[in-house]
Nanobody, 117 residues
Framework: VQLVESGGGLVQPGGSLRLSCAASGFTFTNYAMSWYRQAPGKERELVAYITETGISTNYADSVKGRFTSPRDNAKNIVYLQMNSLKHEDTAEYLC???????????WGQGTQVTVSS
């Protein structure tokens, strides 16, 4: 199982970024995906949860209305579209999935997002 995030970077407040998480090593269409973030000195926070089909998604209150997370099951990629970015969105962003048969979760290596003027 491999999860590889990309798309992070430096963006000004109010700007947008799209993160990608490319998955391999498991049947992507069978598993929900999640995005987390962790800022320095803070606990890891669940940002978005996307069901297997992508039809249902849940977002943290702090990002509702600004972030969306579509998935492309044909490409084995889940995205995190981040709009109207704020300073407090600065964090490392990681994707995760839980593989039932393995009885464990898997994390990507993370991608850094910095919101600064």
């Amino acid at each position: 199982v491999q999860l590889v995030e990309s798309g992070g970077g430096l963006v000004q407040p109010g700007g947008s970024l799209r993160l990608s998480c490319a998955a391999s090593g498991f049947t992507f269409t069978n598993y929900a995906m999640s995005w987390y973030r962790q800022a320095p000195g803070k606990e890891r926070e669940l940002v978005a949860y996307i069901t297997e089909t992508g039809i249902s998604t849940n977002y943290a209150d702090s990002v509702k209305g600004r972030f969306t997370s579509p998935r492309d099951n044909a490409k084995n990629i889940v995205y995190l579209q981040m709009n109207s970015l704020k300073h407090e969105d600065t964090a490392e962003y990681l994707c995760r999935t839980w593989i039932r048969s393995h009885r464990r979760g898997y994390w990507g290596q993370g991608t850094q997002v910095t919101v600064s003027s």
